[in-house]
């Protein structure tokens, strides 16, 4: 599968950006879909998640609240919605595809566990 990520941008604390990931090649509504991020010098990590079949919606603890994931199967998208955006927030933002998921109900935190990624977008937060 082939990902496209767009959206990002520079945006001042406290305002929005919504990342939109495109799918080529094949159709995601059987995967479970990630939205990962780099900041220099950092490991990349989890962000957000979202099953396939039931659509639970997973995020790492420091954008609860903040940040939506949802997906649009019949248009083979995914989205971020991040609102409240605070300055370490800036990242390279990536999506990916677990075209194996071991269950519908969850998704996976770990980066290994996606085969499919998109070429990512930048994200910087700053006045």
């Known amino acids: 599968v082939q990902l496209q990520a767009s959206g990002g941008g520079l945006v001042q604390p406290g305002g929005y950006l919504r990342l939109s990931c495109a799918a080529f090649g094949r159709i995601i509504a059987d995967c479970a879909m990630g939205w990962f991020r780099q900041a220099p010098g950092k490991e990349r990590e989890f962000v957000a998640g979202?099953?396939?079949?039931?659509?639970?919606?997973f995020y790492r603890d420091s954008v609860l609240g903040r940040f939506a994931v949802s997906r649009d199967d019949p248009k083979n998208t995914v989205y971020l919605q991040m609102n409240s955006l605070k300055p370490e927030d800036t990242a390279v933002y990536y999506c990916?595809?677990?075209?194996?998921?071991?269950?519908?109900?969850?998704?996976?935190?770990?980066?290994?566990?996606?085969?499919?990624w998109g070429q990512g977008t930048q994200v910087t937060v700053s006045s």
């Open positions: 990916a595809a677990d075209t194996r998921p071991e269950s519908p109900r969850r998704v996976s935190r770990d980066p290994a566990a996606y085969d499919g």
């Open positions: 979202i099953t396939w079949s039931t659509s639970n919606t």
